[in-house]
């Protein structure tokens, strides 16, 4: 796996799992760039090699991932304000998945058009 771009995507997670675990061998081959990231009620982690990082600045200033022209921060970590995350049923068909509205944003546009 090689170029892997990860763009413009709402990051939840619970129960103290980290946003992101990526390990050292695969650290070159991401882009992460315009994400929201949240972890809910519990503090932000991202393991990202080696290391575990407890803030979203320290792992973009060591990672240089969410950076954009000009180093410009493409990312965020806030609360994206979903309407009613992890209440929305199990899909078997994608078309379906318009009809998860506990994962629609509640007008909420600091993690929408973030690059």
Not at 7 to 27: D, W
Not at 31 to 58: E, L, R, V
Not at 100 to 110: P, S
Request: a positive charge.
């Amino acid at each position: 796996m090689t170029n892997v771009y990860f763009l413009n995507n709402i990051i939840v997670t619970t129960g103290g799992v980290p946003l992101i675990r990526a390990n050292a061998k695969s650290l070159q081959q991401f882009t992460f760039m315009g994400n929201c990231y949240w972890p809910g009620k519990d503090k932000f982690s991202i393991q990202w090699g080696d290391q575990m990082y407890t803030n979203y600045a320290a792992w973009q200033t060591a990672s240089s991932q969410e950076r954009g022209s000009g180093n410009v921060n493409t990312g965020i970590n806030a609360d994206p304000k979903l309407n009613n995350a992890g209440t929305g049923v199990t899909l078997n068909n994608p078309e379906l998945l318009p009809n998860l509205d506990g994962y629609k944003i509640r007008n909420h546009l600091r993690c929408v058009k973030r690059v």
